[in-house]
């Protein structure tokens, strides 16, 4: 019973990321869409400790980036969220990431650094 509610949150979380892309695609959002934008970040996060608290490291960090991507600049858990992103990162090896996770995370344009995205201040030449 308690795996099914875990499970639960991500499928919500899904949908509701989605719901929120497919209307950002429409045009501008409302207050509506920025709703179901912070739903679907909530139920991402609360998923991926979840995820966490029954050791699925590889799920945890999948459910917190997916939450990154769904927030924006201004959110007040957008440094929680790197923190830990990074910390699980650190916990599975990927030190080179979670460096970048920690030094682009909270870059002024905005953007999230998806896994594997190369560090463009260490790759320069």
């Known amino acids: 019973m308690r795996r099914g509610r875990l499970t639960l949150r991500a499928i919500i979380g899904y949908h509701l990321e989605q719901a929120y892309e497919q209307r950002f695609g429409l045009g501008p959002v409302g207050p509506g869409a920025v709703a179901l934008r912070t739903r679907g970040r909530t139920k991402l ?53 979670a460096e970048a996770m920690l030094e682009q995370g909270l870059r002024p344009s905005g953007t999230f650094p998806r896994r594997g995205e190369r560090n463009p201040r260490r790759d320069r030449p």
Not at 63 to 81: K, P, S, T, V, W
């Open 45 to 97: 996060w609360s998923a991926g400790q979840r995820a966490l608290l029954r050791g699925d490291l590889a799920a945890g960090v999948n459910l917190f980036e997916r939450a990154m991507r769904l927030g924006d600049q201004d959110d007040d858990d957008r440094a929680d969220i790197v923190i830990r992103l990074a910390s699980v990162l650190v916990q599975l090896g990927q030190l080179e990431e």
